[in-house]
């Protein structure tokens, strides 16, 4: 027998809800042919045009040398674009291309839907509620890193 049951753990509910919310993006990009990671990428670099990989990785959660796998399937693609730095030539830049904002809009437009359906089964109240409550969680589990 454990010390705390497996039901009361609240990392296995966490960790559920991440795989579902996973599996439902994963579904939603298909018809952009983009996985979960490579579709944050390109949704930060929407935001952030220019952005390091390694800022990027911190961004999508990822480490660093999965973040360069990430961005060199995306370049093989034509998705985005990586230039030295003018300043620092060892640091590359990334943005996306033409083509990349296009596969972005159309993947965000599934992650978006996801999105929505997931903040329809809460109340206005709730879903701050739980931002909050999952804000918590992250902190405390950052202070035991």
């Known amino acids: 027998m454990t010390s705390m049951p497996v039901e009361q753990r609240l990392g296995s509910h966490i960790k559920r809800a991440e795989q579902a919310l996973v599996g439902a993006k994963h579904a939603a990009l298909k018809p952009a042919a983009v996985t979960v990671p490579q579709y944050a990428a390109l949704l930060w670099l929407a935001e952030k045009p220019g952005i390091s990989a390694a800022s990027l990785a911190r961004l999508c959660g990822v480490t660093p040398p999965t973040m360069n796998t990430v961005l060199k399937n ?26 990349g904002r296009s596969v972005m809009e159309v993947a965000d437009a599934g992650a978006v ?19 909050g409550l999952l804000g918590r969680c992250a902190a405390v589990l950052d202070g035991l890193r």
């Open 74 to 99: 995306l370049s093989e693609r034509g998705l985005v674009e990586r230039t030295p730095h003018e300043l620092h030539r060892n640091v590359l830049e990334t943005r996306l291309t033409d083509e």
């Open 113 to 131: 839907a996801v999105e929505r359906a997931l903040a329809a089964e809460f109340s206005g109240e709730e879903r701050e509620l739980l931002i």
